[in-house]
């Protein structure tokens, strides 16, 4: 079993910062690429930005040289540092990981709210 838990969601107000982590627990040899995925209401879910095992990075245009990603290899926990959120960066922001067990399959946490008042 792996689990992703997803943590540091919020309300912040527009130009501010917040930044959100994501552990992966459980049984599994190794985990590949991590990313955050985020879904607003009436929209499909997209990708903000995905880190290989590498260290290799991959951003949505929307948030470049805003948010960064970053990954703690030793304790599985992958970062978003998200700065001058934008009243559009509001989403349930979703944690993803390739987790390598017996074959490599992909996880999702269970998303984390991220608010931003205009």
């Known amino acids: 079993q792996v689990q992703l838990v997803e943590s540091g969601g919020g309300l912040v107000q527009a130009g501010g910062s917040l930044r959100l982590s994501c552990v992966a627990s459980g049984s599994f040899f190794r985990v590949n690429a991590m990313g955050w995925y985020r879904q607003a209401p009436g929209k499909q879910r997209e990708l903000v930005a995905v880190i290989t095992s590498g260290g290799s990075t991959n951003y949505a245009d929307s948030v470049k040289g805003r948010f960064t990603i970053s990954r703690d290899k030793a304790k599985n926990t992958v970062y978003l540092q998200m700065n001058s959120l934008k009243p559009e960066d509001a989403a349930v922001y979703y944690c993803?990981?390739?987790?390598?067990?017996?074959?490599?399959?992909?996880?999702w946490g269970q998303g984390t709210q991220v608010i931003v008042s205009a």
């Open positions: 993803n990981a390739e987790v390598r067990r017996l074959v490599t399959q992909t996880y």
